[in-house]
């Protein structure tokens, strides 16, 4: 694997801030905010100095029950041409449910949501992840996601879940060591069994976000500093395995440059910390045996590689071939495809699981976003409180897409998106959740500001086609709708 260095995550707010940088080896993009023609002139300049960019996807949904749609694989692969990336990432993870598989409205999450712990959603994944595999120019990495909520009768821990898919299609593994934190707080899970769970040797790179706990739970909000149990896990990480990449993430919030820097100061201590511990335990294990020490290359496992592997077998049976596989960069290939390292045959057709797990995806995805009754087993509170975490996310992208309502309706935006959420699933995208939001509100006489009514009107009229009013004669349907929201 291609070691990277430390990173930050690019956004257009800090771009200045981020090509002044000293030590930024490479960024990464959110891939779907990128258009491959039109590349925005920071990351060209970021990629003529040599710095490596990678495209992070958000919504492709590996861990959903429908097999991934091929015009957003082609999507992606044509960012990670047009970047001239190594790999590019993407989540475990499901973002939409319902749809013709299970017969019930089509449903779209805004966010990432962790998918059951079972062998059918580990089939499943696999299958979606081999799937992306074969569309993609570059080797895929897919993340570890924070999760508010619990699926019911879960079969395997987050480090066997991890496992197991390395092992069964050779993918490679972002590890987020703050949604391990996440999961710490909000799933009383432990960090270090997940990490001594985990084929280490499958690791390309990992993330370091901050955080904040609120309504009882910790949030992974990428907008606020790197808190120190997540460095603490960082360390631990890096005294297992030199990680050949380290990425600070921040979405928002974004603090003075100066603070950034010193998160990724913090970020390369706890680094060098785990490194330290690393060579100590390699120091003190390989007895008699050859050991290598820190060279130009940064590679500090030496001999300690042979016994994670051993350590791996005895959680396991059996070494995690795939998982080695994905280290060297390699196919799985056919077999692979169908068996893993541990000799079991894997199901060919996953038709019955597909629908099993989005019978069950559908059925919590519209109790977070429609109200619907929550699904037996799941804790109604959290459920509530993801809820609520979903619809101020909703209501926050929104905002940046159409920068106009929040200006438009001013103190009144925020508290009306939430309610018009309450009973308006997304369906489509977040430029139609926009346009539907607007059209929700004109419908109802709102706002209650004639000239910010008329100011909504003339806004929701530019958009609600295919092209601009000016530029599109009006269907005797558009002009009638027209007509009725002129008059109220």
């Not at 990173?7 to 930024?24: L, Q």
């Not at 030199?242 to 919030?253: C, T």
Request: contains cysteine.
């Amino acid at each position: 694997m291609e070691r990277l260095g430390t990173g930050i995550g690019w956004r257009p707010e800090i771009a200045d801030a981020v090509e002044r940088m000293p030590g930024i080896d490479w960024v990464e993009a959110v891939a779907e905010n990128l258009c491959p023609g039109h590349l925005p002139d920071s990351l060209r300049r970021l990629r003529e100095r040599g710095v490596t960019v990678v495209p992070h996807g958000v919504s492709l949904g590996l861990g959903g029950a429908d097999r991934p749609d091929g015009g957003r694989l082609t999507a992606l692969a044509e960012r990670a041409e047009a970047l001239g990336s190594p790999l590019v990432t993407e989540h475990i993870a499901f973002v939409r449910a319902g749809g013709p598989l299970t017969a019930s409205p089509h449903l779209e999450a805004g966010h990432l949501l962790p998918v059951p712990r079972t062998r059918d959603a580990l089939d499943v994944l696999c299958e979606n992840v081999r799937i992306a595999q074969g569309a993609l120019p570059v080797p895929l990495a897919v993340e570890n996601i924070a999760a508010l909520v619990c699926w019911p009768g879960e079969e395997m821990s987050e480090g066997q879940f991890l496992y197991d898919l390395a092992d069964r299609t050779g993918v490679r593994l972002l590890i987020d060591v703050a949604n391990l934190h996440t999961n710490h707080v909000n799933r009383g899970e432990d960090p270090s069994k997940a990490l001594a769970e985990l084929p280490l040797e499958a690791v390309a790179y990992v993330h370091v976000a901050g955080g904040v706990e609120r309504d009882g739970v910790w949030h992974d909000s990428h907008a606020h500093p790197v808190p120190g149990p997540v460095l603490d896990i960082l360390t631990e990480l890096a005294s297992r395995v030199s990680p050949p990449g380290v990425l600070l993430e921040r979405d928002e919030n974004f603090p003075e440059p100066a603070e950034l820097e010193s998160e990724l100061d913090a970020i390369r201590g706890a680094l060098r910390a785990g490194a330290v511990e690393r060579v100590k335990t390699e120091l003190r294990s390989a007895a008699g045996g050859q050991v290598r020490t820190p060279g130009d290359d940064g590679d500090l496992l030496g001999a300690a590689a042979p016994a994670r592997r051993e350590a791996a077998r005895g959680a396991h049976g059996e070494a995690p071939a795939g998982a080695e596989a994905a280290r060297r960069g390699e196919e799985t290939g056919a077999a692979g495809a169908t068996r893993g390292a541990f000799g079991r045959p894997h199901p060919r057709g996953a038709d019955e699981a597909r629908q099993r797990l989005g019978l069950a995806q559908a059925a919590l995805l519209s109790a977070l976003v429609a109200g619907t009754p929550v699904p037996e087993g799941f804790d109604r509170a959290r459920i509530g409180v993801q809820a609520r975490a979903l619809a101020a996310k909703r209501a926050d992208v929104v905002a940046k897409v159409a920068l106009e309502l929040p200006v438009i309706l001013g103190d009144e935006y925020r508290t009306a998106f939430l309610g018009y959420a309450q009973n308006h699933p997304m369906t489509g995208g977040y430029r139609r959740d926009a346009l539907t939001f607007a059209e929700h509100l004109l419908s109802a006489g709102r706002p209650g500001d004639p000239r910010a009514r008329q100011e909504l009107r003339e806004w929701w009229l530019e958009r609600s086609g295919p092209k601009p009013r000016s530029h599109r004669p009006a269907g005797r349907l558009a002009r009638a709708t027209r007509r009725v929201l002129l008059r109220r």
